[in-house]
């Protein structure tokens, strides 16, 4: 194992670190112990997270190229759990979730990044695994119609679909740019460091106050259609 943390009663921090090449987990968690990952990369381990019974904080993670599952949790308490994997990426693993447990939820919000893995997400014995992207459009009802479509009513659904899902497509690609190009997980800070780091004073003017306020202090997910297509297109121009 790379690391393993058993039965602490005061919240365990790792963070800014790397795990490569375990035999077994590259981090292991268990008997109501309590975690918090941060920043941390773990690659070519037989499993990424392995825990069980642990009160779970994980964020700005990247779990790759695993013979195994990338994050597996058993939660067999009374009491709900829920753990964010906000600004993580799995890839290249056998299966990227493996959740068991009632009263366990693991959400993957868009900040999330999961490609390349052999497997599918496994919730087990009533555990949900919600995903905030990708919806299944099979489950959502539509209503009949009788007549054809014109074109003034498929140029309206296009319209939708752009300024709906077009800001997650692209709040997506935005994310996957950024950490191809800098190498870095997109993280809660990452809006307000490429505005000091990366952008210019001319870069700011050009987008406005009010988007550099937003760039700076919100959430991707919060972003629109103009600030999202100004950093790809423009500046820092991640798209050429």
């Not at 993670?61 to 939660?75: N, R, Y």
């Not at 919060?222 to 297509?229: E, K």
């Amino acid at each position: 194992h790379g690391i393993v943390i058993n039965r602490c009663i005061e919240e365990i921090t790792v963070k800014n670190s790397t795990i490569e090449e375990c035999e077994k987990n590259g981090l292991g968690c268990n008997d109501g112990a309590k975690a918090d990952f941060q920043n941390l990369t773990i690659s070519a381990c037989q499993s990424g997270i392995h825990a069980i019974g642990t009160l779970l904080k994980i964020s700005d993670t990247t779990i790759k190229s695993c013979q195994g599952t990338a994050l597996s949790v058993s939660w067999s308490n009374f009491v709900e759990q829920k753990i964010q994997l906000e600004g993580c990426t799995i890839e290249k693993c056998w299966k990227p979730i493996v959740a068991e447990g009632m009263y366990l939820q693991i959400v993957v919000p868009s900040s999330c990044i999961i490609e390349g893995c052999s497997g599918k997400n496994e919730p087990k014995a009533g555990a949900k695994i919600d995903w905030k992207v990708d919806p299944n459009i099979h489950s959502i009802p539509v209503a009949p119609r009788t007549e054809p479509f014109t074109r003034k009513d498929n140029f309206n659904r296009f319209l939708k679909l752009l300024l709906g899902l077009g800001t997650e497509v692209l709040a997506k690609v935005l994310r996957r740019a950024h950490k191809k190009s800098t190498g870095r997980n997109w993280g809660r800070g990452t809006g307000r460091y490429i505005s000091n780091n990366i952008l210019d004073d001319r870069d700011r003017n050009r987008l406005g106050k009010s988007n550099v306020e937003r760039l700076e202090d919100e959430d991707i997910e919060s972003w629109d259609i103009t600030l999202l297509t100004a950093l790809l297109a423009n500046s820092p121009g991640y798209i050429d």
